[in-house]
């Protein structure tokens, strides 16, 4: 067991900027998700993959994002003409059946 | 959205006494676990207690699960200074294939040594 591990740690990028993450999630784990969450607040929902199939999607989440699962295995988070408004702590987990989740450290992202 | 809600919001004590802090929710559930965060790094599950169960232990934490008040409580006995961390509840509506977890906003705990 390795960890969920995501990358990169920091990122700070220049407003209308488009940004990618990536999580690895612990290998044998078939539930991947993604949160978001901002100084002072509990992770909120954005998606959620069961192997490769994106099961749900917060509907608070806007068109400029995007996230993959191809195979199943690694995830990719994207956001397209970043907003001063994305900025936040990204973080993913995973996890199987009705386990607890294991997160990763997260992605601090800073729009400028 | 956020299902969970803690309460305090921050509690401050000092080092060996116990802190309690307490969890409401809305919907029903089929679990509800408690995480912890430590500044700038990710969530560590402490502890899961089932819909049908009423309490549980592990090691210096207690948790109780009152599902007709839809509330929890998480107990850390005997604190330490490294127990300081934001504690947050978190619950997970019925089984089957769509399967989340939903957050509140967190307790900040400072154990002061």
């Known amino acids: 067991d390795t960890g969920v591990s995501q990358d990169p740690r920091h990122k700070i990028t220049k407003r209308g900027q488009n940004v990618t993450f990536r999580c690895d999630p612990i290998?044998?784990?078939?539930?991947l998700y993604w949160y978001r969450q901002t100084l002072g607040q509990g992770p909120e929902f954005l998606t959620y993959f069961q192997n490769e199939a994106q099961l749900e999607k917060s509907r608070l989440l806007s068109d400029r994002f995007s996230a993959e699962r191809p195979k199943g295995s690694f995830s990719t988070l994207e956001i397209q003409r970043t907003e001063q408004g994305d900025s936040a702590m990204y973080l993913c987990?995973?996890?199987?059946?009705?386990?607890?989740?294991?997160f990763g450290n997260g992605t601090r992202l800073t729009v400028t | 959205s956020q299902q969970g809600e803690e309460d305090p919001q921050a509690l401050s004590i000092q080092e060996g006494e116990n802190a309690t802090m307490n969890c409401s929710y809305k919907t029903s559930i089929n679990n509800l676990q408690w995480y912890r965060q430590n500044s700038g790094r990710g969530l560590v599950h402490l502890i899961l207690?089932?819909?049908?169960?009423r309490e549980k232990h592990s090691g210096r934490l207690r948790v109780t699960l009152d599902t007709s008040k839809k509330s929890s409580s998480l107990l850390i006995t005997a604190s330490r200074a490294a127990d300081t961390a934001s504690y947050f509840c978190a619950t997970a509506r019925s089984g089957g294939s769509n399967y989340k977890l939903t957050f509140g906003k967190g307790t900040l705990l400072t154990v002061n040594p």
């Open positions: 207690i089932r819909s049908n169960e």
């Open positions: 290998s044998e784990h078939n539930r």
């Open positions: 987990a995973s996890g199987y059946a009705e386990s607890p989740l294991h």
